[in-house]
């Protein structure tokens, strides 16, 4: 690993100090990052997606850049709503969390998320979180009552700093919590059992933990008291985080993490009337009570992910999630990531143009993993000047705060300069190429291949319709380019152009080449 000093500077948006901040790592060169994964007791929707999205690329580009990477996303495996759902479906409470953790991560795995280390349950870790409980109450700053036990917040004086609330402002848990409580802000810790619910032992009687002190828990024992990036929700701020901050500062006597970063939620867009949000395209940049308004979930109706996996692809689909700054809100709709897909369409277009030129397959391209090693690239001629250009431009806007959004434009320009490139050095058709310029075009596929390698894209082929094994469709393809080009040499241009337009309404896509006619399925 290179020394810290020669690490490249990057900035982080901090939730905390709402702005943007060097990254220094608690341990130089290694960073540490915990993001809330979900509560399993539903299927994953395209919301729980966000996140891990974002943070694999964020992961993926700290590696690129030279950093050691420990990456946590907590599964929380006991809570009111798997009790609730678990006794609706006649099943043990942890049947229901294996099935749905194991649904998280088989769409992770469609969506290329395989960064994560550690993947720890709330009921693995129960050891740790009456640990941490006690030590709270041997602190002043946490009491039982009956069997509960409960965190104090008039006795944190520093609450609300990262939601920007005060104590009068807050009301708490409800119900025949609120009698027990000395103060409505009060939050449980530790919550005693009812009869048939799951439960474990504890000082203060049999009982589970409480939401917030699992993951404070969980974070000190993969991570430490103090490590540099906690990621999630711009809805988790409050309560979650902020209450996160007050058990782990109260207890440890040292910030919990550096640097907060809350990713924008993900709105429903034209499609307000089925998911029941609103549209929020023009949304401000961390507005979190107009985000919360518009958000996709579960008490709204949003459907499987798998579901859409019907419609998309994962890759469609990350590019769609990476293709907006992480801050800002996702407008989602099946048309918005349609567009999306056209977009990406044109990279798949030129890795076959790259192929029949070069005779090589893009994705086997050699792959600069290392910052530092693309730096050392030498770049020459028009097109050198050009490739690394848009590299600099790319690794700017990631430096910046991680702008996908901003890398991902800079990838299209990208694109559009190899793509002119090959129009001007009429590379198309193969007995006419220079070597110089098929050199200047492979070094421009290795500059592609590198910059969108830190965002997990373009990492293999997409895979071919599994109801095409026998490759139908390619052999019907076949067939009607012959009975076109046959039509256009019989000067029957109208019968020509009828086939072509006939196929684009199916969503097969002729392109006339120097090398003859190709074929693509509009995505």
Not at 13 to 18: A, E, G, K, M
Not at 76 to 84: F, R
């Amino acid at each position: 690993m290179p020394a810290a000093s020669a690490l490249p500077t990057l900035r982080v948006y901090n939730t905390l100090s709402r702005q943007k901040e060097t990254l220094e790592p608690v341990s130089p060169g290694k960073v540490g990052i915990y993001l809330c994964g979900p509560t399993v007791y539903k299927p994953s929707h395209i919301g729980h997606m966000v996140g891990p999205v974002i943070f694999d690329a964020v992961k993926r580009y700290l590696v690129y850049s030279g950093y050691q990477v420990t990456w946590v996303v907590n599964i929380t495996d006991v809570d009111d709503k798997l009790i609730k759902e678990s006794n609706a479906r006649g099943m043990k409470m942890s049947e229901l969390a294996e099935e749905m953790t194991a649904d998280y991560k088989h769409n992770l795995s469609a969506m290329g998320v395989d960064t994560i280390d550690h993947f720890p349950k709330a009921t693995e870790n129960i050891d740790e979180i009456i640990t941490l409980t006690q030590t709270l109450i041997d602190k002043g700053f946490a009491y039982q009552s009956g069997s509960d036990v409960y965190f104090e917040v008039g006795k944190d004086k520093e609450y609300g700093k990262l939601s920007r609330r005060s104590v009068e402002q807050l009301t708490g848990e409800g119900g025949d919590m609120a009698e027990r409580k000395r103060s409505p802000a009060d939050f449980a810790l530790w919550k005693g059992a009812k009869p048939g619910e799951p439960a474990w032992k504890s000082p203060w009687g049999e009982g589970r933990p409480g939401w917030h002190i699992e993951c404070s828990a969980m974070s000190r024992k993969l991570l430490g008291e103090s490590f540099d990036i906690h990621g999630g929700g711009l809805d988790l701020i409050f309560p979650h985080h902020e209450n996160e901050v007050a058990q782990s500062e109260c207890c440890h006597g040292r910030p919990q993490a550096k640097y907060w970063m809350h990713n924008g939620l993900m709105q429903a867009s034209s499609e307000v009337g089925k998911l029941g949000g609103r549209n929020t395209r023009e949304t401000a940049v961390g507005d979190q009570a107009a985000q919360e308004a518009g958000k996709i979930g579960k008490s709204k109706g949003a459907s499987a992910f798998s579901e859409l996996l019907k419609q998309f692809d994962g890759e469609t689909i990350r590019f769609f999630l990476l293709s907006t700054h992480y801050r800002r809100p996702i407008d989602f709709s099946n048309e918005r990531i349609e567009e999306v897909r056209t977009g990406l369409d044109t990279f798949y277009r030129f890795f076959k143009r790259y192929e029949r030129t070069t005779g090589e397959d893009f994705y086997r391209v050699a792959l600069v993993a290392k910052r530092s090693e693309g730096d050392e690239q030498q770049f020459a001629g028009a097109l050198g000047e050009a490739l690394k250009g848009h590299r600099q431009r790319f690794i700017e806007a990631m430096d910046d705060d991680f702008n996908t959004g901003g890398a991902i434009g800079d990838l299209f320009e990208l694109l559009r300069a190899l793509n002119k490139f090959c129009d001007d050095e009429k590379l198309d058709t193969a007995a006419s190429a220079k070597p110089e310029a098929i050199a200047a075009l492979k070094q421009g596929a290795r500059v592609l291949r590198e910059l969108a390698g830190t965002l997990g894209l373009f990492r293999a082929a997409p895979q071919a319709s599994s109801g095409d094994d026998d490759g139908l469709v390619g052999k019907l393809m076949e067939l009607m380019i012959k009975y076109r080009a046959d039509a256009r040499k019989n000067k029957n241009f109208a019968l020509g152009d009828a086939i072509r337009k006939d196929l684009a309404e199916l969503g097969l896509i002729l392109e006339d080449r120097p090398t003859g006619t190709e074929w693509s399925v509009k995505r």
